[in-house]
């Protein structure tokens, strides 16, 4: 984000109405909402690098009903996007929650516009019936489009933004919080605040965490930023707060990890037409069913990894794909055969799977896998890529027990009062299965609704 300068600790205050912890889409949405609403806030993140793992997203934002949606000629209902996340989440999500976030997804798409950050274009991911992804016109990946463009929008409302900022407390004053301590740069501060909002993220990079609630994922490569470790978590359990769901940890299917760098390879690659091919170039799974599933198939495979499958048709629609070739991702073929020597499947295979993909998309039919989305277009338009991928560690669905107004709960269900947590570190909403699409989705809508409820919160204590 070189065009945005964070603060140095030396300009933190003594007290602000709100301090938001963590620099991801759901910390900059809540900052920017709350100071919108009045609110003298600031938000500090532990890092160098502002915004977290949403830097990592790349297919888009779900939102159900939204006139982007209608200008594609896309007419869908809210309550199907509630039935089918509930169904991909084992039915395990909160339905409040669920019920909070697909109503509120739309409106989520109009506040980003407001604010001159507009998603217009549309693709589809697993688990969805219908093309409910969100992204920018230029099909750049969303996670990046969206940091710098909600750091242009801190930028222009004077929002403090700190890095190398990292809380180490929160502190209570009687029943409510009250404030935070800090580690600035090794310079100890303690700040007060009427209300703190918890946006640090999951602890998808946390081996303590894993070793606690998933020791079986303990050597699983992971897709998340270093520091995604948990510490939201660890704040808020040292007060008191109840953890849910921990055990329930995604697994993305996609993911390059023959280099010491992990890439996730966004689900958009599918959802715009690509297949996935085991070592003898067939095709093994509906590659758009629930990222559960898939993984799982390309787990119980002899190699436990699998080829993506895509041609320069699908790589037009997917821009993210040039960057996973400028880093050395793709593998290139200029025919079927080239491509199938190249990663050393038969060739004979490689080119009947294809053809009979091509065959399937054209009649609307997945006979053999029954794949019914991610058919716009067939594999037949020269040059041809591969990437090698295997799942990797990728979202943790569990967290922090928060309700619909994002107050944190205890042990005992009653709100810690001045505690907020939105966005990946709160846990609830996904079930056992996070839907690509949502956790972005997920940082502005409770981003923003965290950010209101201080607002509320905050004029109880004048």
Same mark, same amino acid.
């Given at each position: 984000?070189?065009?945005?300068?964070?603060?140095?600790?030396?300009?933190?205050?003594?007290?602000?109405?709100?301090?938001?912890?963590?620099?991801?889409?759901? +910390?900059?949405?809540?900052?920017?909402?709350?100071?919108?609403?009045?609110?003298?806030?600031?938000?500090?993140?532990?890092?160098?690098?502002?915004?977290?793992?949403?830097?990592?997203?790349?297919?888009?934002?779900?939102?159900?009903?939204?006139?982007?949606?209608?200008?594609?000629?896309?007419?869908?209902?809210?309550?199907?996007?509630?039935?089918?996340?509930?169904?991909?989440?084992?039915?395990?999500?909160?339905?409040?929650?669920?019920?909070?976030?697909?109503?509120?997804?739309?409106?989520?798409? $109009?506040?980003?516009?407001?604010?001159?950050?507009?998603?217009? $274009?549309?693709?589809?991911?697993?688990?969805?019936?219908?093309?409910?992804?969100?992204?920018?016109?230029?099909?750049? /990946?969303?996670?990046?489009?969206?940091?710098?463009?909600?750091?242009?929008?801190?930028?222009?409302?004077?929002?403090?933004?700190?890095?190398?900022?990292?809380?180490?407390?929160?502190?209570?004053?009687?029943?409510?919080?009250?404030?935070?301590?800090?580690?600035?740069?090794?310079?100890?501060?303690?700040?007060?605040?009427?209300?703190?909002? @918890?946006?640090?993220?999951?602890?998808?990079?946390?081996?303590?965490?894993?070793?606690?609630?998933?020791?079986?994922?303990?050597?699983?490569?992971?897709?998340?930023? /270093?520091?995604?470790?948990?510490?939201?978590?660890?704040?808020?359990?040292?007060?008191?707060?109840?953890?849910?769901?921990?055990?329930?940890?995604?697994?993305?299917?996609?993911?390059?990890?023959?280099? /010491?760098?992990?890439?996730?390879?966004?689900?958009?690659?599918?959802?715009?037409?690509?297949?996935?091919?085991?070592?003898?170039?067939?095709?093994?799974?509906?590659?758009?069913?629930?990222?559960? &599933?898939?993984?799982?198939?390309?787990?119980? @495979? /002899?190699?436990?990894?699998?080829?993506? &499958?895509?041609?320069?048709? &699908?790589?037009?629609?997917?821009?993210?794909?040039?960057?996973?070739?400028?880093?050395?991702?793709?593998?290139?073929?200029?025919?079927?055969?080239?491509?199938?020597?190249?990663?050393?499947?038969?060739?004979?295979?490689?080119?009947?799977?294809?053809?009979?993909?091509?065959?399937?998309?054209?009649?609307?039919?997945?006979?053999?896998?029954?794949?019914?989305?991610?058919?716009?277009?067939?594999?037949?338009?020269? +040059?041809?890529?591969?990437?090698?991928?295997?799942?990797?560690?990728?979202?943790?669905?569990?967290?922090?027990?928060?309700?619909?107004?994002?107050?944190?709960?205890?042990?005992?269900?009653?709100?810690?009062?001045?505690?907020?947590?939105?966005?990946?570190?709160?846990?609830?909403?996904?079930?056992?299965?996070?839907?690509?699409?949502?956790?972005?989705?997920?940082?502005?809508?409770?981003?923003?609704?965290?950010?209101?409820?201080?607002?509320?919160?905050?004029?109880?204590?004048?």
């Amino acid at each position: 984000m070189a065009d945005f300068e964070p603060l140095p600790a030396s300009q933190l205050a003594d007290q602000y109405d709100a301090v938001i912890i963590g620099s991801g889409g759901t +910390g900059l949405a809540a900052a920017i909402q709350a100071h919108e609403l009045g609110l003298d806030v600031a938000v500090l993140e532990k890092e160098a690098e502002l915004g977290g793992n949403t830097n990592r997203a790349s297919s888009g934002m779900n939102a159900a009903e939204t006139n982007v949606q209608l200008h594609h000629g896309v007419i869908d209902n809210v309550a199907d996007f509630f039935h089918e996340t509930y169904k991909d989440g084992g039915k395990l999500n909160d339905k409040d929650m669920l019920g909070y976030f697909v109503y509120h997804s739309a409106p989520a798409i $109009d506040w980003l516009a407001d604010h001159d950050i507009k998603l217009t $274009d549309i693709t589809i991911t697993g688990g969805m019936s219908r093309k409910r992804t969100h992204r920018p016109a230029s099909m750049a /990946p969303i996670g990046g489009f969206l940091v710098k463009s909600l750091l242009r929008v801190a930028k222009e409302e004077e929002i403090p933004v700190f890095n190398h900022t990292k809380v180490t407390k929160l502190i209570k004053d009687g029943d409510r919080v009250s404030g935070v301590e800090v580690d600035a740069n090794g310079t100890s501060k303690t700040i007060a605040a009427k209300a703190v909002i @918890l946006a640090t993220g999951g602890f998808g990079a946390s081996k303590e965490y894993m070793k606690r609630f998933r020791p079986d994922l303990l050597d699983y490569k992971t897709t998340n930023q /270093p520091g995604a470790t948990g510490d939201g978590l660890k704040l808020a359990e040292d007060l008191g707060a109840e953890l849910m769901q921990m055990n329930l940890i995604q697994v993305h299917p996609t993911v390059q990890q023959d280099n /010491p760098h992990v890439y996730l390879i966004g689900e958009a690659v599918r959802g715009e037409g690509a297949i996935l091919v085991n070592g003898e170039g067939k095709r093994f799974v509906n590659e758009l069913n629930t990222r559960k &599933i898939v993984s799982n198939a390309i787990t119980a @495979l /002899p190699e436990h990894s699998a080829y993506l &499958i895509l041609d320069q048709g &699908i790589r037009d629609h997917v821009k993210a794909i040039e960057f996973y070739d400028k880093v050395g991702l793709v593998v290139h073929g200029d025919t079927l055969e080239d491509l199938a020597k190249n990663i050393n499947v038969d060739p004979s295979n490689l080119k009947q799977t294809v053809a009979t993909w091509n065959e399937a998309v054209k009649s609307g039919n997945d006979a053999e896998f029954n794949r019914t989305t991610g058919m716009d277009r067939g594999i037949e338009k020269p +040059g041809f890529f591969a990437i090698h991928i295997a799942p990797a560690i990728h979202y943790t669905m569990g967290g922090i027990h928060i309700n619909t107004k994002t107050e944190v709960l205890d042990g005992n269900g009653d709100v810690i009062k001045g505690l907020y947590a939105a966005g990946e570190v709160a846990g609830g909403l996904h079930g056992n299965n996070r839907v690509g699409g949502n956790s972005i989705a997920e940082t502005i809508i409770f981003g923003r609704q965290a950010g209101q409820q201080v607002a509320l919160y905050s004029q109880t204590l004048k």
